[in-house]
């Protein structure tokens, strides 16, 4: 696999004053699927934290639910906007298995991102 396709260490978002410091901002994008938060971060790469409540059943489905986000963001990270904190906040409709969660994530960031003021503070 090539390097820039892993999903980095660098590319998490882990801790919860990152945490609330998205979800604090004004960039916002949602769908039936999932919710997107966006603050820029004026690094050169996106980072994404990823959140899925109890509500969508078991930690088994859960973390099905968790992979998926996170392989939609590897594998499209090439093609979205660079410099942005990510939170994703997974509905119950994502655990439906039939439901394309990248697509979902790829729009919704690319949503999400036009309304960023560029002259935030990080």
Excluded: Q
């Amino acid at each position: 696999m090539p390097f820039d396709m892993r999903f980095l260490r660098r590319e998490h978002l882990r801790l919860r004053r990152d945490f609330a410091r998205v979800l604090g901002g004004k960039c916002k994008a949602a769908d039936a699927v999932l919710v997107v938060y966006t603050v820029r971060n004026y690094l050169t790469f996106s980072r994404i934290g990823i959140s899925v409540s109890k509500r969508l059943g078991n930690s088994v489905k859960r973390h099905n639910v968790k992979r998926r986000i996170r392989e939609a963001f590897r594998r499209s990270k090439a093609d979205l906007p660079g410099g942005l904190d990510i939170v994703c906040v997974a509905k119950p409709a994502a655990a439906t298995a039939g439901v394309d969660v990248a697509a979902s994530l790829r729009k919704l960031i690319v949503k999400a991102a036009r309304h960023c003021p560029m002259s935030e503070t990080a």
